[in-house]
């Protein structure tokens, strides 16, 4: 069984930073695009951040500069760092995967974990 988890997300304050990691159980992470996406409640699932299977990588635009994405094979692990954090961060961050090339649009995605909350406070 295929399973993608996120971890990392917690209660932080305005201007900190705070890393998100997802790690791959039951496959390996060879070949597939990794990225993360958050949604806050009634609004749409919003791209964040990805990072292909050759490294490159994409960011809303937003928030480059703020959020570096990273990955590790060896450890079937994908990482966000966040920096710089504000109330609007404030989602549930997902881990999602396709096949080689990152993607903005959710469609596009096969697999996704569960999320983190990601909640920064004033």
């Known amino acids: 069984q295929v399973q993608f988890k996120e971890s990392g997300g917690g209660l932080v304050q305005s201007g900190t930073s705070l890393r998100l990691s997802c790690t791959v159980s039951?496959?390996?992470?060879?070949?597939?695009?990794m990225s993360w996406f958050r949604q806050v409640p009634g609004k749409e699932r919003e791209f964040v951040a990805g990072?292909?299977?050759?490294?490159?990588?994409k960011y809303a635009e937003r928030l480059r500069g703020r959020f570096t994405v990273s990955r590790d094979n060896a450890k079937n692990a994908v990482y966000l760092q966040m920096g710089y954090l504000e109330p609007e961060d404030t989602a549930v961050y997902y881990c999602?995967?396709?096949?080689?090339?990152?993607?903005?649009?959710?469609?596009?995605?096969?697999?996704w974990g569960q999320g983190t909350q990601v909640t920064v406070s004033s």
């Open positions: 999602a995967a396709r096949p080689l090339l990152v993607t903005v649009s959710p469609d596009t995605y096969n697999y």
């Open positions: 990072i292909s299977w050759t490294r490159m990588t």
């Open positions: 039951g496959r390996t992470t060879n070949e597939l695009a």
